[in-house]
């Protein structure tokens, strides 16, 4: 979200705070079905640390805030879809979450996925990124998520050992290569 906030979210984001620790843990522990199964970053439970991220000040209400957010983590913007916490929790339920009086605001959200790699481990992490970039649509790939992740500062425990086991599997020295090299570019 922090490269790509979506349309939804641009058209209200007032200002941007970058740098903010999260409050809680994150890996890369979820297969994402809408980037054909690119490891993306989640809230863990286990493992994982807090990260740098981002807090967009908006212009909308607490409410309307969540269900934009909700939009975009569903891949129905622009819908007028209202997010309603959900009775059951799966591990595929998105739950927007808050926290109050964050980095100096009054409210912050933020989305919760549960984790679904098991078990949790760099080449299993590469695999997937690899797969999904062959699969893809540009920029919604494994790869390029996790570039843009290392650009925005987030460092995980499994950062390095993942962008490793990529270059080892697709046989470069860096990600961008990596990215045109399983693209066949």
Same mark, same amino acid.
């Given at each position: 979200?922090?490269?790509?906030?979506?349309?939804?979210?641009?058209?209200?984001?007032?200002?941007?705070?970058?740098?903010?620790?999260?409050?809680?843990?994150?890996?890369?522990?979820?297969?994402?079905?809408?980037?054909?199964?690119?490891?993306?970053?989640?809230?863990?439970?286990?493992?994982?640390?807090?990260v740098? +991220?981002? !807090?967009?000040? %908006?212009?909308?209400?607490?409410?309307?805030?969540?269900? @934009?957010?909700?939009? $975009? #983590?569903?891949?129905?913007?622009?819908?007028?879809?209202?997010?309603?916490?959900?009775?059951?929790?799966?591990n595929?339920?998105?739950?927007i979450?808050?926290?109050?009086?964050?980095?100096?605001?009054?409210v912050v959200?933020?989305?919760?996925?549960? +984790?679904? !790699?098991?078990? %949790?481990?760099?080449?299993?992490?590469?695999?997937?990124? @690899?797969?999904?970039? $062959? #699969?893809?649509?540009?920029?919604?790939?494994?790869?390029?998520?996790?570039?843009?992740a290392?650009?925005?500062?987030?460092v995980?425990?499994?950062?390095?050992?993942?962008?490793?086991?990529?270059?080892?599997?697709?046989?470069?020295?860096?990600?961008? +290569?990596?990215?045109?090299?399983?693209?066949?570019?």
């Amino acid at each position: 979200m922090i490269t790509d906030p979506g349309p939804e979210l641009e058209a209200v984001i007032l200002s941007r705070r970058d740098g903010v620790l999260t409050p809680f843990s994150v890996e890369y522990a979820r297969s994402s079905g809408g980037r054909k199964g690119a490891p993306t970053l989640v809230p863990v439970a286990t493992g994982g640390a807090s990260v740098l +991220a981002t !807090i967009f000040e %908006l212009a909308v209400s607490v409410d309307e805030a969540a269900d @934009i957010v909700y939009r $975009r #983590e569903i891949d129905k913007i622009g819908t007028g879809r209202k997010y309603v916490e959900p009775a059951n929790h799966t591990n595929n339920t998105v739950i927007i979450e808050r926290f109050a009086d964050l980095a100096g605001f009054e409210v912050v959200l933020f989305t919760r996925i549960g +984790a679904n !790699i098991d078990p %949790l481990t760099a080449d299993i992490l590469a695999s997937l990124a @690899i797969k999904s970039a $062959r #699969e893809a649509a540009p920029g919604k790939d494994g790869i390029s998520y996790l570039m843009n992740a290392m650009h925005a500062g987030i460092v995980t425990p499994l950062t390095s050992a993942y962008e490793a086991a990529i270059l080892d599997q697709a046989g470069t020295i860096d990600l961008a +290569a990596a990215l045109a090299t399983v693209r066949g570019g």
